[in-house]
């Protein structure tokens, strides 16, 4: 029997499978089976699932009609047979030391389950890749040691992630911890991490990064009114769960609240057009009701999300009107350009990037510059930064956003540089977005 089991769960990534099963079998740890679930692909991800199963007897692999996330995770649980139990989705990677961490973790402090920070992990353009270091909680006091989740309430607020730990499948078993089946929808490890918290008594969090997450996969976008309802779907089955729990504190139902709310405002700000009222009203709906049932908690919002929700609970309609019309604008400002050069690599240029690239069409190319790259490669959205003085050649069928703060230095120098070039075509980033 193998010290721990590898879930692997598959649909449609032939273009990371490779780098992400390289990485699982290369591991220090080797006492392992991996259990590779293809849920159906029909990219190819099957012949590499196979081919990867002929070099190396730890992996498994299941062929099995597409029945979506939550159903592929079930089965994948009650088919490990290792002691301890991890996750590696088929798009990431994990660092070669992971399980040998994680297993020393569990095993000396006999842990109900052991989570680590992680990187988040973008491609470049150039073929390079960016990793940015993200914590799983900015308390450090909560680090390394062993805790009981409900003894202390702000690990709730802890990064929502099943994939970068270990689990002890007795654990799982005893507690009949599950993933939520619904057909198609997204957000499915929420309700099983939310379980994991629950029925924990002893954990761990670990201050190293084990498990690049990708943030770059197109598949992984939201732009189906499926997924309008796909976080309440999952947040229904969380608070039914808490409901169904003897004497549950209501302020698990409120901290249910607040995971809900911030996924609606995420999904809200990832929809296209069509669906942005609809998933406004249900906002404004569920707001009303769970400040009659007392569950309802804003504490933890920033003031720029309050003044989403605010304007969303006033008037859901114009709200998503107001927005599609902002976004219809910018569209058709920019639309008959063949390129947009967004001038300016800060955090403006980031949220021009972002945005743009939302809205306009796939063949219109975007680009990022700045006046001077200084001999150095610079990066903004993963896309390589040029000097402005490349897009000249171009400048009449382009149009430069300056992407810098309009009473700033930096825009009246970038400004007059765009004189001197004789750019014709030039629009400030407030004209757009504010």
Known sequence: MPKISILVPVYNTKKYLKKCLSSIINQTFLDMEIICMDDGSTDGSGRILDWFAK???RIRVIHKKNTGYGNTMNQAFALAEGNYIGIVESDDYVVSSMY????QAIES??????KSDFYRLWDREDGTE???YRSLTKYSGFYNQVLNPNQEWEAY???KFTWNGLYRKQFIRENGIRYNETPGASYQDNGFWFQTFYFAKRVMFLDQALYCYRQDNPDSSVNSNKKVYAMKQEYDYIRNFLLRQNGVNVRLLKICFHFRLEGYLFTLSMLANPYIQELAEVIKDECELYEQKEEADFDRFSEEKLDII?????NPKEYARQKIKRNMWIFEKLKGYLQVVIYGAGSYGTHAYIHIKRILDSDVRIDVAVTSCQGKKQYCSNRI???ISEFVRKKETCVVIIAVKKESKAYE???DNLRILQFPHVITFQELFI
Do not use: A, G, S
């Open 109 to 114: 402090d006999q842990l109900d389950f052991v």
């Open 157 to 159: 607020y802890m990064e």
């Open 385 to 387: 930064v040029k000097e």
């Open 413 to 415: 120098e970038m400004r």
């Open 100 to 103: 040998e961490n994680l297993y």
């Open 310 to 314: 605010c304007q969303v609970r006033e």
């Open 55 to 57: 070099q190396d007897p």
């Open 130 to 132: 960016k990793l940015e």
